[in-house]
């Protein structure tokens, strides 16, 4: 939208995303499968179980997904991140397998970007890694960069209060430049 209709679009704010997406997840076995389903389940009914954190949490794929495995991560992940990936369509999880294995590249395309950016990514993301984000924050001429270290693909739930006061802070400083304070 931003190049297709720059004048509709005052800026962007990209969080675990690329314009040229890699990722380093390493094979899932049908243990961590199981494990996550599991773990998902369990915590959907008991939210935050350090229990069940332990036994099937970190073992299963959420350890990709979040660094912190502690109970306020955990409810989260119950309250936000499974019914947001549940209402994830299909055609969207195929749109991001397929662009990881057609290496998918807008790269050329971002310095045409007329808009600010703030692109946020996590240090430890094996779905769209920390350099694929930064790459694209690089491409973007006014973007700002925020890495969260010891962070995962759902950085947001893992550290929600810090993702919020500084997309706070960005807008804040977006709005004052584009009123002309």
């Known amino acids: 939208l931003a190049l297709k209709y720059p004048e509709r679009v005052g800026g962007l704010v990209l969080v675990a995303t690329a314009a ?8 899932v076995s049908m243990w961590e499968e199981v494990a996550t389903g599991i773990a998902g389940m369990v915590n959907w009914v008991v939210p935050g179980w350090q229990w069940n954190i332990d036994t099937f949490g970190k ?11 502690d109970p306020e991560t955990y409810h989260y992940l119950a309250r936000a991140a499974v019914p947001a990936y549940v209402q994830t369509s299909k055609y969207a999880r195929r749109a991001l397998s ?17 808009c600010p950016a703030l692109v946020m990514a996590a240090e430890c993301d094996r779905y769209i890694t920390c350099e694929s984000s930064r790459e ?12 969260y270290p010891q962070t995962a693909h759902l950085f947001p739930w893992e550290i929600s209060q810090q993702v919020r006061s500084d997309l706070k802070a960005w807008l804040d400083r977006l709005d004052g430049e584009q009123s002309g304070g």
Not at 20 to 27: A, D, E, F, I, L
Not at 98 to 114: G, H, K, M, T
């Open 20 to 27: 040229r997406p890699r990722g380093n997840h390493p094979p």
């Open 59 to 69: 073992r299963s794929l959420f350890r990709y997904l979040v660094q912190r495995h």
């Open 98 to 114: 397929e662009s990881l294995q057609q290496r998918y590249n807008r790269l050329p395309a971002l310095p045409n970007v007329r």
């Open 136 to 147: 694209t924050a690089r491409a973007i001429p006014h973007s700002t960069w925020i890495e």
